[in-house]
């Protein structure tokens, strides 16, 4: 019965690191070393972290797992995961742990090689900023925002991976005279 319990754990190990892996702020993270430059040893620490974090809390509510992933985000990525993403990665995390919890590996498997097809690739861009900087400004209170492009790798999306929709030329009709003179843009509501 040992074997069938540490194949059991193995299965939630493979699946919390592949929740992890598929998850976009993590990525953006990883990728762009907010966590210094060990960002990639980190992600691979919090795989085990939240694997422990299951096995020594059994009975755990799902803004438990929220307040935990998004304080590790925080302390060890100095990243705020505010696209919406913590509570579903929250859940599917708690969803592999309730299959552990009863030893069913199928499901496990089953929901670590849907997470997998579903993963997305992610590229952050800087975005600029349209304010002029004063020198004397305090670069640790700045706050730097990014755009988020995503491609799916796998072969369906299920409204995981959105793409950006084309936007209708005519959809925005700005007249000349709503152009002022600084460059600036006056926006009117719809009749």
């Known amino acids: 019965m040992a074997g069938a319990g540490e194949d059991a754990r193995a299965l939630f190990r493979a699946g ?29 620490w919090l795989g085990g972290a939240v694997e422990d974090y299951f096995i020594r809390n059994a009975d755990l509510e799902l803004d438990e797992v929220e307040d935990f992933l998004g304080e590790l985000m ?3 990525f100095d990243t705020v995961v505010e696209d919406g993403s913590l509570p ?6 708690q969803t592999m742990f309730h299959h552990f919890q009863k030893g069913d590996g199928a499901a496990l498997r089953e929901m670590a090689s849907h997470i997998t097809q579903r993963k997305c690739k992610v590229k ?4 600029k900023a349209g304010r002029e900087t004063d020198g004397d400004e305090d670069d640790a209170d700045s706050v ?8 799916n790798d796998g072969a369906t999306t299920d409204g995981i991976c959105p793409q950006p929709e084309p936007s209708d030329p005519n959809s925005q009709n700005i007249k000349e005279e709503d152009i002022v003179e600084d460059g600036w843009t006056i926006v009117r509501r719809k009749k």
Request: net charge negative; no cysteine; hydrophobic share 40%.
């Open 88 to 93: 579903q990665v929250s859940q599917q995390l």
């Open 144 to 151: 730097e925002e990014m755009e988020v492009t995503t491609t």
């Open 74 to 76: 925080t302390n060890e």
């Open 16 to 44: 919390v690191r592949a929740a992890l892996e598929a998850w976009p702020a993590l990525q953006i993270a990883v990728e762009n070393g907010f966590g210094g430059v060990h960002s990639q040893e980190k992600a691979e």
């Open 124 to 127: 952050a861009t800087a975005l």
